[in-house]
Each structure stands twice: as structure tokens, then as C-alpha cells.
């Protein structure tokens, strides 16, 4: 193999080496990208020229600012962000803990609904884990639970959002292999909820046999009487369930296109957050965060000289202009690292990328299962180092030629191959979040835990959740239905 042919996979090497420089992603791959470009033109003009150099800029601008289904992201994000610091996930975590009191690991079955219920609002895995630990883990640990079964279970329900739509990876996966996104995110609805139910099951079990795990709390916690907790579902429970509903429901249902209903979501969004902040506390309606943790408040609330909630439409415009500064700096690193992307992915196939891996994988002489099996292997240990957003736009646009050609006869049609593989794919993920060394959402638990808690216990508390996300991921696999049924129901 001469050099000509070996440079993609000298690109494919360097890439993956500066990886781990800690250089911005972003610039890593459009650095990469460039870099090459300009190696090939001075190795051979005729294996990558100056018209084709100077095409990149159209190619990033008819990729990505022309393109309407990247619209949805940013006011999804937006969707998600005033959401998480409106207050709006403190009183569901309150009213759920109310509910299952008296259910063995109750707490724990509160954090896991509530991260699914938020998975469908907010898919910002970053903020949520945050949020969540927080929360949540004070109060755990003030209850006396395992420290390794409160830290795997806030790391792995705050991680959902990425799969549970309307997922922001599951917008660019359907982008980068030209796929509906209407269709994408029914198809992992039920997935997602697999994964959720996986949690709720194991947690139930182990805190039965083992109830040392997770006391029960005082039998006073909350309201007690039927009419304080009507009361408090309708305050508190069903805001955010209507919103899902608007949102996913104008999707399933087929009343709108995904990036419709993110304009709904973020709209519903800012009346929540309105209703919350100023439209409560002025009828005199008690929140429930009179206890929350200084660090959470230092997130929700910049510092102001009036005070907290002492003018609510002060507090509410503050909110609002936090969230969009947050929630501008996600979106602005999202299409940065997709800028990168395009650049990488234009010169990659321009050399002959494609070409090479796929006759590669070929010379393996592995079948469609064999195939599968090792592409689900190489996202699984890529997340071992990498995030989500880098294994995704380094490993679909390499490999989508090869996962439209697989063939699994009578397992799942041709037609629907793609879309469950994307969804395999999407499930795999969750792990990406949660193994170390640079499992994302264990550092960011790490950051805002109580200074007990080790990251030995963090680390111990993961694995069974890892273990549950490789179970949901086999019976995906073994049984596609669960993800392919629902688009033929509502889509056929």
C-alpha cells in the first residue's frame, strides 16, 4: 500500500491520537481534516486538488446552516434548559419521593422517573447529571442509602435523555445517515423506556432482599391526605407530563414535524418556567427547594442584590436570560464539533476513505450478524474514551455504507435495517457515559458530590447499571420489534 492509499487511515490515526491531547474536539477534527487536505494536494494534485480545498466552506454551509433538521437542536436545548433551572424538575423530584414513600428504595425509584420524565424534555446529559446529584444525593445519603446504589442510579437515569426522545443524538444520527427523525424518535420510545423499566426492576429487587440498601423514610414525609397529594400532582406532576406530551405526542401522533415540536417544547418551556416563577409564588402556592443545596442555587440563580424570590418577574427575566446564555454556548459547541465533522468526514471520503474500510471489514469475512456484533464492540470500547457526540460523527459517516448493505433476511426487513441499527447504536451509547476512565457523567457527578463520597463508590455503583444497558442492548438486538414496532403502527 503506498502512501497515497495509506492516508486515510494515517488521518483515521491521527485523528484518534489528538483525541486524547484534550484539545478542543471541534478543532481536532476540522484541523485533521484541513491538515490532510493540504498533505494531498502536495503529495498528488490529482488525489485531492485546490477546487476541492476551496469547496469546504460550501460543503460546511450546505451541510449544517442549511440544514432544517438541525434546526430542532437549538430549541431543544433551549426546551431543556429553562426547564432545568426553572424549578420545574425540584418539585417533581419532591412530588415522586411523596408518592413512593412507602415503596422499598423509593428514592431511588423517584430518581429514576424522574430522569426518564425529564429524559423527554430536556436530553442534556451534562446539566442533568448535575441537577440530579445535587438534588437527589443529599437527601439519599441523609436517608442512609448505599452510597454506590444512589451514585449508579443518578449517573444512569440522568444519561436517558440521550436516548428517550426527542433526543438530541438521535436528530444527528438521523442527519448523518439521511434518515426521518419523526422516524427515529419512535423508534426509540420504546427502547428508552426498556432501558428505564431495566432500572426500575433491578432497583425494586435488590432493595427488597437487601432493605439496608435504601430505608424507608418517616411515615410524615410529605402531604397526608389525599386531597394535599391530588394537590400536589396537578402542581407539580402534571406540568411536565403535558409538555411531553405536546412535544412527543405532536410527533407520534403525526400532528407535527420534530422541528415544530421542539418550537412547541421550547415555547411550553418558557410557560412553565413563567407559571413556576411568577404565577405561583404570587398566589402564595409553597414550593418545596426551601432546603436545596447552596451549589444548586448558585446554578439556578445568578447572584443578585434583591435577593432570592424576592421579585418574581425579576427573577423570572434572569432565568430566561441565564438559559439562553447556556443554552447559546451548548449549541455553539454542538455546531462547532459538526463543523469539524463535515470537514473531516469531506476529506476522509475524498481520499478514499470509504473504500478502504469497506473492503477492509470485507477482507474479515465476518456475515451481517458478524459485522453488527463488532461494530457494537468498537462503539462499546470507544466509549471507554470517548463522548457520545465524537463516536458518533466519527463512527457513522466511516461506516453507514456498510450498515445499509447488511442483509438479516426474515430478522428485520431491509428497509428497517438502518433505523435499528441506530437505535443499537443509541443504546450503546449509554455506556459511554458511565465507563471509566473518561466516563463523562461520573466526572460530573464527581464535581457537585457531597466530599464523602469517593469516586471508588461511583465507580462501584456503575457497574450494574452498565451490565442493565448491555441486557437492553441484547434483547434490542434479539428482538427488534421493540424498536421497529411502533413506526409500523403509526408510520405504515
Known amino acids: 500500500m503506498g502512501l497515497e492509499e495509506a492516508l486515510p487511515l494515517l488521518m483515521f490515526a491521527a485523528l484518534a491520537l489528538l483525541l486524547f491531547s484534550g484539545y478542543p474536539v471541534a478543532f481536532v477534527l476540522g484541523g485533521v481534516g484541513m491538515g490532510f487536505a493540504v498533505l494531498a494536494i502536495m503529495i498528488d494534485p490529482f488525489l485531492f486538488d485546490w477546487p476541492q480545498f476551496g ?76 441537577m440530579m446529584t ?30 428517550i426522545p426527542p433526543s438530541i443524538m438521535l436528530v444527528i444520527m438521523a442527519d448523518l445517515l439521511a434518515r426521518s427523525v419523526g422516524n427515529m424518535f419512535v423508534a426509540a420510545f420504546f427502547p428508552g423506556l426498556l432501558l428505564s423499566g431495566l432500572y426500575v426492576a433491578y432497583i425494586l429487587i435488590l432493595c427488597r432482599l437487601n432493605p439496608r440498601l435504601a430505608p424507608i423514610p418517616d411515615a410524615d414525609f410529605g402531604p397526608d391526605n389525599l386531597v ?59 414550593h418545596h427547594h426551601q432546603d436545596e443545596p447552596d451549589k444548586l442555587r448558585e446554578i439556578i440563580d445568578d447572584e ?70 463488532l461494530l457494537m464492540g468498537i462503539v462499546f470500547f470507544l466509549g471507554f474514551f470517548f463522548d457520545w457526540i465524537e463516536i458518533t ?32 447504536m443509541a443504546v450503546n451509547l449509554q455506556t459511554s457515559f458511565l465507563t471509566p476512565p473518561f466516563g463523562f457523567a461520573l466526572f460530573y457527578m464527581k464535581a457537585v458530590a457531597p466530599s464523602g463520597v469517593k469516586i471508588q463508590q461511583i465507580y462501584t ?24 414496532w411502533l413506526p409500523r403502527v403509526l408510520l405504515n
Not at 259 to 276: I, Q, R
Not at 309 to 317: C, I, R, V
Open 55 to 130: 469547496s469546504i466552506p460550501s460543503r460546511v454551509f450546505g451541510g449544517i446552516a442549511e440544514n432544517l433538521i438541525l434546526t430542532a437542536i437549538p430549541m431543544f436545548i433551549l426546551m431543556g434548559t429553562v426547564l432545568e433551572r426553572s424549578g420545574v424538575a425540584r418539585e417533581l423530584l419532591h412530588c415522586l419521593q411523596v408518592l413512593l414513600k412507602r415503596v422499598p428504595g423509593g428514592l431511588a425509584l423517584s430518581v429514576t422517573l424522574m430522569g426518564t420524565i425529564m429524559a423527554a424534555t430536556t436530553g442534556i446529559i451534562g446539566a442533568s447529571v448535575v
Open 134 to 163: 445535587l438534588l437527589a444525593l443529599p437527601v439519599m445519603l441523609a436517608r442512609r442509602y448505599s452510597v454506590p446504589l444512589a451514585t449508579g442510579t443518578i449517573a444512569a437515569s440522568g444519561t436517558l435523555g440521550i436516548l
Open 228 to 286: 394535599g397529594i391530588l394537590k400536589l400532582v396537578l402542581q407539580s406532576f402534571v406540568p411536565p407530563i403535558f409538555l411531553i406530551f405536546l412535544v412527543l405526542g405532536s410527533i407520534l401522533m403525526g400532528w407535527a414535524t420534530p422541528t415544530e415540536a421542539a418550537g412547541v417544547g421550547a415555547a411550553g418551556a418558557v410557560v412553565l418556567a413563567f407559571v413556576n416563577l411568577v404565577i405561583l409564588p404570587a398566589c402564595g402556592i409553597e
Open 304 to 373: 443578585s442584590a434583591t435577593g432570592y424570590f424576592t421579585d418574581e418577574l425579576k427573577h423570572f427575566s434572569r432565568v430566561m436570560w441565564t438559559s439562553l446564555q447556556r443554552a447559546a454556548m451548548t449549541n455553539a459547541m454542538l455546531f462547532g464539533i459538526f463543523i469539524g465533522a463535515t470537514i473531516f468526514s469531506y476529506v476522509f471520503r475524498s481520499l478514499g476513505g470509504d473504500d478502504i474500510v469497506i473492503s477492509l471489514v470485507e477482507s474479515l469475512g465476518f456475515g451481517s450478524w458478524g459485522l453488527l456484533i
Open 393 to 424: 460523527l466519527i463512527v457513522l459517516p466511516v461506516f453507514s455504507p456498510i450498515i445499509t448493505a447488511l442483509d438479516f433476511g426474515n430478522h428485520v426487513l431491509p428497509n428497517e435495517v438502518v433505523y435499528w441499527f441506530a437505535i443499537l
Open 461 to 484: 455503583g456503575i457497574i450494574p447499571f452498565v451490565v442493565l444497558q448491555l441486557i437492553g442492548l441484547g434483547l434490542v438486538m434479539a428482538f427488534p420489534d421493540i424498536a421497529l
